[in-house]
């Protein structure tokens, strides 16, 4: 388990203090403003709020972006939205968040989807069952996919391969690799992640809104220190403000778990907001999302 250290209001005195084992406080600050939006799954309104934040930070006259290192999108929650939105874009694998991601800041729109997931896998029938992978951005010029041994069976399919006809699914153009799995996202091609968010940042942003694949939390190589968190679990949006938490990063091991940040989170020093986020259509979510995370940014003023 990598080294966490985290900076905090409970730290304003400049004490040095343990609160965790292998959590520190103390005080800090990174610019541009760094929001996680985390949780504890999958489908649990990440991305919802994750959108919603980075609109009102706009809305507040910010410049913000969105940006997830790691993405992974089951094939059939996409077919509709492949055939659609695909034959449009230059990137030829991202899913439904890295769109919905760029297309909530006008800084980066639909052109930059793959800046803002740089790393996209494609899974089918399970989020287990990787068959595809794309690591790199069209913007860099640093573009690769992967196939896995199960894709590259089952891209031999009658109904993939007509899948693969309407969308341009590049699995034909793709190196096979043995074990592709999502919890060794960060570990493929781990500075093509960082790259992809420096590049971010020279567009001139004054936040970014990182938003965490399933129960992972959203860290590369190089990643900043986060200075507010906003953790998505059982219903509940919960904003810790200016903690300042830090996660290192190691290309050989596994994807960190949320887990490792709730055991921060319990530190009763630090601030904490709470708000429900009902399971309602999507969009009367949508609308409460935005509410909820115009409440919470100014908890953070």
Same mark, same amino acid.
């Given at each position: 388990?990598?080294?966490?250290?985290?900076?905090?209001?409970?730290?304003?005195?400049?004490?040095?203090?343990?609160?965790?084992?292998?959590?520190?406080?103390?005080?800090?600050?990174?610019?541009?403003?760094?929001?996680?939006?985390?949780?504890?799954?999958?489908?649990?309104?990440?991305?919802?709020?994750?959108?919603?934040?980075?609109?009102?930070?706009?809305?507040?006259?910010?410049?913000?972006?969105?940006?997830?290192?790691?993405?992974?999108?089951?094939?059939?929650?996409?077919?509709?939205?492949?055939?659609?939105?695909? =034959?449009?874009? #230059?990137?030829?694998? /991202?899913?439904?968040?890295?769109?919905?991601?760029?297309? $909530?800041?006008?800084?980066? +729109? !639909?052109?930059?989807?793959?800046?803002?997931?740089?790393?996209?896998?494609?899974?089918?029938?399970?989020?287990?069952?990787?068959?595809?992978?794309?690591?790199?951005?069209?913007?860099?010029?640093?573009?690769?996919?992967?196939?896995?041994?199960?894709?590259?069976?089952?891209?031999?399919?009658?109904?993939?391969?007509?899948?693969?006809?309407?969308?341009?699914?590049?699995?034909?153009?793709?190196?096979?690799?043995?074990?592709?799995?999502?919890?060794?996202?960060?570990?493929?091609? =781990?500075?093509? #992640?960082?790259?992809? /968010?420096?590049?971010?940042?020279?567009?001139?942003?004054? $936040?970014?809104?990182?938003? +965490? !694949?399933?129960?992972?939390?959203?860290?590369?190589?190089?990643?900043?220190?986060?200075?507010?968190?906003?953790?998505?679990?059982?219903?509940?949006?919960?904003?810790?403000?200016?903690?300042?938490?830090?996660?290192?990063?190691?290309?050989?091991?596994?994807?960190?778990?949320?887990?490792?940040?709730?055991?921060?989170?319990?530190?009763?020093?630090?601030?904490?907001?709470?708000?429900?986020?009902?399971?309602?259509?999507?969009?009367?979510?949508?609308?409460?999302?935005?509410?909820?995370?115009?409440?919470?940014?100014?908890?953070?003023?």
């Amino acid at each position: 388990m990598g080294k966490t250290t985290v900076w905090s209001q409970a730290g304003q005195a400049g004490v040095k203090a343990k609160a965790n084992q292998g959590v520190f406080v103390r005080q800090g600050s990174t610019s541009p403003s760094i929001y996680w939006v985390v949780g504890s799954g999958t489908n649990i309104g990440k991305t919802t709020i994750a959108t919603a934040l980075i609109r009102a930070l706009n809305g507040n006259g910010e410049r913000a972006v969105g940006f997830k290192p790691y993405a992974s999108s089951r094939l059939y929650d996409l077919i509709d939205f492949m055939i659609e939105v695909y =034959p449009r874009s #230059q990137c030829k694998l /991202f899913g439904k968040d890295a769109w919905r991601l760029s297309t $909530a800041s006008p800084l980066t +729109g !639909a052109d930059l989807v793959d800046l803002v997931v740089p790393t996209q896998l494609l899974s089918h029938p399970t989020w287990r069952s990787i068959l595809l992978m794309r690591t790199g951005t069209t913007q860099l010029n640093n573009v690769e996919f992967f196939c896995s041994e199960y894709g590259a069976k089952l891209k031999e399919r009658s109904d993939l391969r007509h899948i693969i006809g309407r969308t341009g699914l590049p699995f034909d153009s793709s190196v096979l690799k043995a074990d592709i799995d999502i919890t060794y996202a960060p570990c493929v091609s =781990p500075e093509k #992640q960082r790259d992809a /968010f420096n590049a971010l940042l020279d567009i001139g942003v004054d $936040a970014v809104v990182c938003e +965490g !694949a399933g129960e992972w939390l959203p860290i590369w190589q190089d990643c900043p220190v986060v200075n507010h968190v906003i953790f998505v679990t059982g219903g509940v949006v919960n904003l810790f403000p200016n903690l300042d938490v830090g996660f290192s990063f190691n290309p050989t091991a596994p994807a960190r778990h949320v887990g490792e940040l709730a055991e921060v989170l319990k530190n009763p020093a630090l601030r904490r907001f709470s708000s429900p986020l009902y399971l309602v259509e999507e969009e009367r979510r949508e609308r409460m999302a935005q509410r909820i995370v115009q409440e919470l940014v100014a908890k953070v003023q």
